[in-house]
Each structure stands twice: as C-alpha cells, then as structure tokens.
C-alpha cells in the first residue's frame, strides 16, 4: 500500500505563487512510474494539469502553460507543483495521482487527499 500526501495549498492574492508537493510513502520499496496532478474547479470538469515520470519527462496544460512547473525530487518520493502568476480562475481542489509499483502488488494508481489552493482578485 501508497499513501499519497499532498501539501502546499492556501489562500494567495492575483499575481502570487504557490508550491503544492505529492509525497508518496510505503513500508515496502516502491517505484514511482508517473505522477498527474489535478484540479477541480467550481463547474468545470477535472482537468489534468501536469505529468511527470520517472524519467522526468513533464507535460502541462495549455490552462497552466508558462506558469506551472512540475518536478520530482532527487529520492523521486516526492513530486512538486511550482504555481506562478496565480488567477483566481485557479481556484480549485488540487489532487495527485500516482501510478506506482510495488513488490507486492505490481503498478497501481493512488490517489492523494487533495490540497485546496484559493487566489483572491
């Protein structure tokens, strides 16, 4: 078993930043293969914003393009989102999504509790 523990979230004014983390944690070895961050907005579907893999190859949304980088960190236990020029439009619930491989269970994905960040205009 993952757990997944997002952090990072809070309330920033129009202009701001943020950094959200996803760190994964098992009693067993795990490898991380890729980690999607989400988000949810009041009446828009959940979009994904982000990937890294293991290689560290990363995509982002065209929405978050030039604003948002992700990155693993050095372990690859822990997955950051560095959010900049935040808009109110970003406003959301933020969630990770990892699929991971573990001795025992082979690659499944896991998901964090969320994190909610808040930009005020």
């Known amino acids: 078993q993952v757990q997944l523990v997002e952090s990072g979230g809070g309330l920033v004014q129009a202009g701001g930043s943020l950094t959200l983390s996803c760190a994964a944690s098992?009693?067993?070895?795990?490898?991380?293969?890729?980690v999607d961050w989400y988000r949810q907005t009041v009446g828009k579907p959940r979009e994904t914003i982000a990937r890294i893999t293991s290689r560290g190859d990363t995509s982002v949304s065209d929405a978050v393009k030039g604003r948002f980088t992700i990155s693993m960190n050095n372990a690859k236990d822990t997955v950051s989102i560095k959010m900049n020029n935040l808009q109110p439009d970003d406003t959301g619930l933020y969630s990770c999504?990892?699929?991971?491989?573990?001795?025992?269970?082979?690659?499944?994905?896991?998901w964090g509790q969320g994190t909610q960040v808040t930009v005020s205009s």
């Open positions: 999504n990892a699929n991971v491989w573990t001795p025992a269970d082979g690659s499944n994905d896991y």
């Open positions: 098992s009693r067993s070895r795990f490898i991380i293969n890729y």
